[in-house]
């Protein structure tokens, strides 16, 4: 965004925000604390406050209605190109971009559509089984679509993972199972692999390991990858609750295998370390 654009809204939102009593964010928050504190120690109202908004959220609804007052947008016309007209349709082409604006100066994601049903297919692949591993007869890989998509995987201390690319993969299942197949079986075997991030928008295929896992193979192991990024920390389990925001990115989370014989489902951890309890 353009650096005065950014910097003039900032203003016109402290402005805003500073005309009344409930306007200063400082105070809004001290409010919801106080609040909180008597909740949590002292007493409860005698409405229910499941919906009550937080001095964030009444923040960004003022940002929000700030920006869409046609006042507003008619002095910031006024002063900055006053020649060129301006229609009542023009006004509300131009409110319209007021809810992501705002959004995108407090860092908030916008709310994730659902996935794209010619990128995710099967949200849930666990039929890819790989010749030579050693995850018992038989065993097929089950993998999760983390949430609705839109997210990179990370780890539960918020850290992204190494990874080895694969190119011109054209969906979520497909992504699986060339993680499964093609990359080196140490990897698949030694209980490192985690999942993968498949971006929709690329045809790219990250196969997901823990941290140092890509250092240890040779360069020969890691040619099978079309590029590699080792600077991951993450480490363990994929976070199964929520990951980066990434538009067009689908996250899948190993989640352990079933067996062909058997429809229990045993966890990735004990499964790929050899566990036989």
């Not at 997210?151 to 054209?170: K, L, S």
């Not at 990024?229 to 689908?250: E, F, H, M, T």
Request: one cysteine or more; proline letters at 5%.
């Amino acid at each position: 965004m353009n650096l005065l654009l950014k910097s003039s809204i900032l203003t016109l939102l402290s402005t805003s925000l500073s005309s009344t009593a409930y306007g200063n964010v400082c105070v809004e928050t001290g409010k919801n604390a106080a609040e909180l504190v008597i909740v949590e120690n002292w007493c409860s109202p005698g409405f229910s406050t499941a919906s009550y908004a937080t001095a964030e959220e009444r923040c960004r609804d003022k940002a929000i209605k700030t920006c869409r007052n046609p006042n507003t947008l008619l002095d910031i016309i006024d002063d900055w190109c006053p020649d060129k007209p301006v229609t009542s349709f023009d006004l509300d082409d131009l409110k319209g971009y007021c809810k992501s604006t705002v959004d995108g100066l407090i860092n908030k994601p916008p709310t994730p559509s659902p996935p794209n049903p010619k990128c995710v297919g099967d949200p849930s692949p666990n039929g890819i089984t790989r010749s030579g591993s050693n995850n018992g007869n038989g065993s097929r890989f089950a993998f999760r679509l983390l949430n609705k998509g839109h997210e990179q995987c990370i780890d539960n201390r918020g850290e992204v993972y190494q990874w080895g690319r694969f190119t011109n993969i054209r969906s979520f299942e497909d992504c699986a199972e060339v993680c499964v197949k093609e990359s080196p079986i140490e990897l698949i075997n030694d209980g490192v692999f985690r999942g993968f991030n498949f971006d929709c928008n690329k045809s790219q295929c990250m196969c997901l390991f823990d941290e140092g896992e890509l250092d240890r193979l040779s360069n020969n192991k890691r040619s099978v990858f079309r590029g590699t990024d080792r600077r991951g920390n993450g480490y363990d389990s994929i976070n199964r609750n929520r990951g980066l925001y990434a538009p067009d990115v689908y996250c899948g989370s190993l989640v352990g295998f079933m067996g062909e014989e058997e429809e229990e489902f045993k966890t990735s951890r004990r499964v790929l370390r050899g566990s036989t309890d």
